[in-house]
Nanobody, 123 residues
Framework: QVQLVESGGDLVQSGGSLRLSCAAS????????MGWARQAPGNERELVVN????????YYADSVKGRFAISRDNAKNTVYLQMNSLKPDDTGVYYC????????????????WGQGIQVTVTS
């Protein structure tokens, strides 16, 4: 019903920047939450950022505060993650998340994750 496609992942040197994009498609009436998570090999999946459209609250993990920023373009149905001052510890597969309603205000809720995209930061 709803699909998310991530793009913008790459190999970058320490100190560099990347911007990840997450394009949503489907019969989305509106969204009320968005975020990003990541997972490195052998590690637990880590929440990077989570936000609420209704309250305006944005949570960033301590490991990325001051370096990463989430944003969105409602007209394009796209969520972004700007990543600056990248470190090797930022290496991993990044997943985007979107929550909302399908069809209309009386439609079902959705909570969808993308397939993930690789980000590699070298020393």
């Amino acid at each position: 019903q709803v699909q998310l496609v991530e793009s913008g992942g790459d190999l970058v040197q320490s100190g560099g920047s990347l911007r990840l994009s997450c394009a949503a498609s489907g019969l989305i009436a509106y969204t009320y939450g968005m975020g990003w998570a990541r997972q490195a090999p052998g590690n637990e999946r880590e929440l990077v950022v989570n936000s609420s459209s209704t309250s305006g609250y944005i949570y960033y993990a301590d490991s990325v505060k001051g370096r990463f920023a989430i944003s969105r373009d409602n007209a394009k149905n796209t969520v972004y993650l700007q990543m600056n001052s990248l470190k090797p510890d930022d290496t991993g597969v990044y997943y985007c998340n979107l929550k909302g309603k399908l069809f209309g205000h009386y439609g079902p809720d959705f909570d969808v994750w993308g397939q993930g995209i690789q980000v590699t930061v070298t020393s």
